[in-house]
């Protein structure tokens, strides 16, 4: 059974940072692509930060220079470093595992950015 469990959200203020986990179970995590998403109240999921299994990286505009993606496959594990919070980055943050007629998803962690 594959799993996706995401760890590390929670409220802080604007400027601050926080560093989402994801653990993968039940896949060869090594093979598979990792990204992660997000959904605001109200709007459609969209894309944050993605990491190919030979570690290229990719970003969205409005997080380019803040967000950081890596993963370390020893441990299963893709991570999100997020710095300079702006509360426009308040939203559910899903982990995505991906591969040719495969695609995984995680329950998501809440992000709260606010004073």
């Known amino acids: 059974q594959v799993q996706l469990v995401e760890s590390g959200g929670g409220l802080v203020q604007p400027g601050g940072s926080l560093r989402l986990s994801c653990a993968a179970s039940g896949i060869i995590f090594s093979i598979y692509n990792m990204g992660w998403y997000r959904q605001a109240p109200g709007k459609q999921r969209a894309l944050v930060a993605t990491i190919t299994s030979g570690n290229i990286t990719n970003y969205a505009d409005s997080v380019k220079g803040r967000f950081t993606i890596s993963r370390d496959n020893a441990k299963n594990t893709v991570y999100l470093q997020m710095n300079m919070l702006k509360p426009e980055d308040t939203a559910v943050y899903s982990c995505?595992?991906?591969?040719?007629?495969?695609?995984?998803w995680g329950q998501g962690t809440q992000v709260t950015v606010s004073s």
């Open positions: 995505n595992a991906y591969r040719p007629l495969r695609r995984y």
